[in-house]
């Protein structure tokens, strides 16, 4: 009989599935738009900014190459379109302060497959993780990759340092100089650890990655340096002790690329074998089940890499108990990711409380925070803050600017304590957001209930949307309609190329699900100049639209868009009550749509699709009842001139 302990084990496992299953969509978000988080009091800025309106620093040296070229033509095998989908090939490369360069070549996928693109979205579902990894390649994984590179490869040690002393502007002197002490610090033990010494008799070093996304950029950046003699006089390879590489990422078309990455840093290794590399499914998981998954590595990794991993909240605990169970005691983690809001502190707050909440033992790790750890990245900031043009425009350091977060394992990991500390501070956290939010529901003007996909296919029908209109969602949900408009848009015979769409949801965690589903459409056709299609999700209430529609701003940027001001299609599906609280607002929309027509023909017609339910005492001008279920898209037309 199983006892009383087990079965809380299995409903707090169960429970831990279904809290991940639910997150996932607002972790997504998190990942593609670098918001902050859901109670973020630092945005510095809000709407304006997103994680690709700005190109990143370039610690490494990233191109396109031609698999036809001469000096490329060896990987044309790896470019092939796959069930996957199209792939680039590209030449990363790093040169140090010395002249010093290691250059090593990658896959990364170029455009997602019609089946790739279906099973995007519900990667949740499938894998029980999101698919940030296969989108695109994220930029404080290349900065850790040439911290590392620099760190073995530069001559220079203490450039490091002069670069925190002149260029920590944001700091005291004092802060600056105990940031060089942890830099230093760092850079010995990392020192100790990769490099061969008669001091060490140790001839090898673990390493693992987490999360390593398609590329495993910090990864396979070491071993390629360890296979490599470099140039300007630097040895790597002779330096280097071997390299017992893990990458891991929660997505099997992760791991699958980086299996055919590694291969292809085989096949180039004109040198003896200094390394090994295998490639791994494994989930951050914080319950038994994760446990198992560990114990192959338990306590065994020298040296513990992440990057853009920790604004991830809702698996906060469970990317901590994975460092805490594969790390070795005198052990280093190096997380590389930008602040986010409140994730990253948030996840240090959860470090803080592990180290502090047994009496009876030492800290687990020691933690410090460094945030002038690179010299390009620093120059790059400090200048960026100082300017207000050009790229400087599009840039938060909030979002894009990368810090590392290092940890030093002091002591053995204890399931029992350690990670019932983290389950609980995780837990307890998402319990009090949860009051939060519920105390904001009964404002709402409808509950969730999803459209179903033929009804959504009929309704974009019925508005026959053109490449000039503006489509909002009033109560958008998680954004589906949005979704297969865009998707429509972005069709070589799409009758609406460069449609804008905006949708508004009440509710937090939809909205930020929603905003994540558009993002990720948009950087799957990035490459795509023929069209200039867009989308924004509000979190807000429609309501607020009319004070919103107050002022008419010359920003016609998709986040600026009013339904007042500029809505030309609106899809709804609220209940009765919430269509009688909008009718003035859709009927104004209307009338400044009609007034705009006098002045210049080309703007559509304002027309509206409620789904289910009528809009009261309107009359419709078409009613289709063709979808799943034969439920009603009331489609109306010059409202501004009924009752």
Wanted: hydrophobic share 35%; charged share 25%; with cysteine.
């Amino acid at each position: 009989m199983a006892s009383s302990s087990d079965d809380k084990d299995k409903i707090t496992d169960e429970s831990h599935k279904k809290q991940r299953v639910k997150a996932r969509w607002a972790l997504l978000f998190k990942a593609l738009n670098g918001s902050a988080s859901t109670d973020d009091g630092d945005n510095n800025g809000g709407d304006s900014y997103s994680m690709n309106s700005f190109p990143g620093f370039g610690v490494l040296q990233r191109t396109v190459v031609n698999v036809n070229d001469e000096e490329c033509n060896r990987y044309q095998y790896y470019a092939i379109a796959d069930e996957i989908g199209e792939w680039n090939i590209i030449r990363n490369s790093y040169t140090t302060v010395a002249g010093s360069t290691i250059q090593f070549y990658t896959r990364e996928v170029k455009k997602q497959s019609h089946q790739m693109k279906k099973e995007a979205l519900f990667s949740h579902r499938k894998y029980g993780v999101d698919n940030t990894g296969n989108v695109r390649v994220w930029d404080a994984e290349s900065t850790l990759a040439g911290f590392l590179l620099d760190m073995i490869l530069d001559k220079e040690k203490d450039h490091n340092d002069n670069i925190v002393l002149e260029h920590g502007i944001d700091s005291s002197l004092e802060d600056r100089a105990a940031h060089v002490v942890h830099l230093s610090s760092l850079k010995d033990s990392l020192h100790s650890m990769l490099l061969k010494s008669d001091d060490d008799q140790r001839e090898s070093c673990n390493i693992l990655e987490l999360g390593a996304g398609q590329a495993g950029l910090a990864g396979l950046a070491l071993v390629s340096a360890s296979c490599s003699p470099g140039t300007n006089g630097e040895d790597a390879a002779g330096k280097l002790k071997e390299l017992l590489l893990t990458l891991t990422d929660g997505h099997p078309n992760c791991v699958k690329n980086n299996a055919v990455c590694v291969q292809m840093i085989t096949e180039n290794n004109n040198t003896h074998n200094t390394f090994s590399v295998d490639t791994k499914l494994l989930l951050w998981d914080s319950s038994q089940k994760g446990f198992e998954s560990c114990k192959p590595m338990q306590e065994s990794v020298d040296i513990c890499l992440a990057s853009d991993c920790v604004h991830f909240q809702e698996f906060h605990d469970g990317l901590f108990v994975t460092v805490g169970r594969t790390l070795a005691v005198n052990g280093i983690g190096l997380l590389c990711q930008p602040k986010r809001g409140d994730s990253l502190n948030n996840f240090m707050s959860l470090v803080n409380h592990v180290n502090g909440g047994s009496q009876d033992s030492e800290p687990l790790f020691e933690m410090f925070l460094l945030e002038n750890f690179h010299p390009k990245v620093s120059r790059m900031h400090n200048s960026l803050i100082s300017e207000k043009d050009g790229t400087a425009a599009s840039y938060n350091p909030n979002w894009h600017r990368p810090l590392l977060l290092c940890l030093k394992k002091l002591r053995h990991y204890d399931e029992k304590i350690d990670g019932s500390l983290a389950r609980n501070y995780v837990s307890t956290s998402k319990t009090n957001k949860e009051k939060e939010s519920y105390k904001k529901e009964t404002n709402k003007l409808a509950p969730y209930n999803p459209t179903h996909s033929t009804a959504q296919s009929k309704a974009l029908e019925l508005l026959s949307l053109k490449s000039n209109d503006i489509l909002f969602d009033l109560g958008c949900g998680d954004g589906r309609l949005l979704v297969m408009a865009l998707e429509g848009a972005f069709q070589e015979d799409s009758a609406y190329k460069n449609l804008r769409c905006v949708g508004i949801e009440y509710d937090q965690a939809l909205a930020e699900s929603a905003e994540a589903n558009i993002q990720e459409v948009l950087a799957r056709y990035d490459g795509d100049r023929s069209s200039s299609t867009t989308a924004c999700i509000r979190w807000d209430d429609v309501l607020n639209e009319k004070e919103r529609g107050q002022i008419e701003s010359e920003d016609k940027a998709v986040d600026q868009l009013t339904l007042l001001n500029h809505a030309t299609a609106v899809f709804v599906y609220l209940l009765p009550d919430g269509l009688r609280k909008i009718k003035p607002l859709l009927r104004e929309a209307a009338k400044r749509r009609r007034m705009q027509r006098q002045l210049d023909e080309s703007i559509p017609p304002f027309r509206i699709v409620s789904y289910i339910f009528s809009i009261p005492d309107w009359k419709k001008t078409a009613v289709d009842n063709s979808s799943k279920g034969g439920c009603a898209l009331n489609y109306y037309e010059d409202v501004d001139l009924l009752d």
